[in-house]
């Protein structure tokens, strides 16, 4: 297994979409069935030795989960009260299809869910049971995609133990598909206004320094690491980013640290050059937003 494997966007993107409006479905079911954490923690996929997974949701007097096997390319359902159900993922299974094989073997187990049955945030807009369009699926990017991630969730899990504050799990947004960690410096963020969403509200209700990672979209022709600082603080974006092919970009008028993926697989070390990334950019927030120097671990400075 390459640790660091190729991810041309062009080579998968049709896959990556089909895979994302899959993700989007599995999320939504969690979304209307897990009991609510802060920050929308209870909605988030995790990463498995298999793939992804819902992990337990807790159903009447027991429990299921739902994983996407990318290993061995299976959809799966487990339940606690011993009965699974399965469904291959292939080339050529659309949205729709997806949707019926899940909500056909959820039925079979008498788990009854309701979603909002359109995509969130996306490009796709036809609802999940009548998408046709997007039926691609290459297993070996696919594959190659979850083997990032997971390289990717075992840097951000370290990269969490340097840190005394609260932090978020590293976890999968299934809305834009990408794997996120999040540090929080205890005080409350500003009010957002009344045109704001009770998503952002929530998710932004306390000071935080995020970094994720995405494969890339319609606008960001590659895979990239990211960080961001809210509120974004005078300044931060002259403050160094390692590797030295990290630069800050604007979004949506705010300043983001950037290092693209292809750039990472030049460095002679791709694990430790991601470690220089994620702490240079949040070190700059830190600084630029004067947070508590307690918060650090120093077993790790």
């Known amino acids: 297994m390459t640790q660091f494997p190729a991810l041309p966007l062009e080579a998968w993107e049709n896959s990556k979409i089909t895979l994302h409006l899959w993700l989007q479905i599995v999320g939504k079911i969690k979304l209307d069935l897990m009991p609510k954490r802060n920050h929308w923690w209870h909605i988030t996929l995790h990463l498995s030795p298999k793939g992804l997974t ?103 899990k370290e990269f969490s133990g340097r840190f005394y504050g609260k932090v978020s799990p590293s976890q999968l947004y299934w809305h834009h598909m990408d794997l996120a960690v999040t540090r929080f410096s205890g005080d409350k963020g500003p009010k957002l206004g009344e045109g704001s969403t ?70 002679e070390d791709p694990r430790k050059a991601l470690l220089d990334f994620l702490q240079s950019s949040f070190d700059a927030g830190a600084k630029k937003a004067q947070w508590s120097e307690d918060l650090l671990n120093p077993n790790f400075n």
């Not at 009965?83 to 299809?97: I, K």
């Not at 008498?110 to 049971?129: L, M, R, W």
């Not at 979209?217 to 005078?234: H, K, L, M, Q, W």
């Open 54 to 156: 819902t992990g337990p949701i807790p159903y009447q007097s027991g429990s299921f989960q739902i994983d996407f096997n990318l290993r061995e390319h299976l959809l799966e359902i487990h339940t606690s009260w011993g009965e699974d159900r399965s469904f291959p993922l292939a080339d050529g299974l659309s949205v729709s299809n997806f949707h019926k094989q899940l909500f056909d073997a959820l039925d079979e187990l008498n788990i009854k869910t309701k979603i909002v049955g359109a995509p969130y945030d996306h490009p796709c807009t036809e609802p999940f049971d009548e998408c046709e369009s997007h039926s691609n699926y290459d297993p070996v990017y696919v594959n190659k995609f979850w083997n990032v991630l997971i390289q990717v969730d075992s840097i951000f």
């Open 198 to 267: 009770n998503a952002d509200k929530e998710a932004y209700s306390h000071e935080v320094i995020s970094a994720g990672f995405w494969a890339g979209d319609e606008n960001v022709r590659g895979a990239a690491f990211y960080s961001y600082t809210y509120p974004s603080p005078e300044g931060i974006d002259e403050e160094p980013l390692l590797p030295k092919t990290a630069n800050w970009v604007d979004s949506n008028g705010s300043p983001m640290a950037v290092l693209m993926y292809d750039d990472l697989l030049k460095e």
